[in-house]
Each structure stands twice: as C-alpha cells, then as structure tokens.
C-alpha cells in the first residue's frame, strides 16, 4: 500500500492547504481537515484501482503451456 502513495501528490495537498491558510480564506482546522480527507479518498481510489490492474494483468485467456 505504502508503494502506491505519491510524494508528490502529498507535496501537492500539503502546498494547497498551505496557500489557504495563507490567503486566510479559510480557517486552519477546516483547511486540514479538507486536504486530509481529499488526500485520503485520492489514495484510496488511487491504491484499489492498481490493485484492480495488477490483479486483471494477472489473468491470462489462454493456458499456459
């Protein structure tokens, strides 16, 4: 699972919460709780499809020989 998780996409969420906090359009607590969750549900659907791709890649029509 841990394979599956970008830095880059954490750098990402970590930047936009940053620049939120920074404009003070939204409040710090409210900031980080909507970045973590959006970072949460990113990695959730991001780890269950690989794991989808790698397990149809996987599977062959024809029988090995």
Do not use: K
Not at 1 to 10: E, R
Not at 14 to 43: D, K, P, Q, Y
């Amino acid at each position: 699972m841990l394979q599956q998780l970008d830095f880059f996409v954490l750098l990402g969420w970590i930047a936009m919460a940053r620049c939120g906090i920074i404009v003070m359009r939204v409040g710090i607590f409210s900031t980080l709780l909507v970045c973590t969750l959006l970072f949460l549900i990113e990695a959730v659907f991001r780890i269950q499809f690989s794991i989808v791709i790698e397990a149809g890649m996987r599977l062959s029509l024809l029988p090995e020989t």
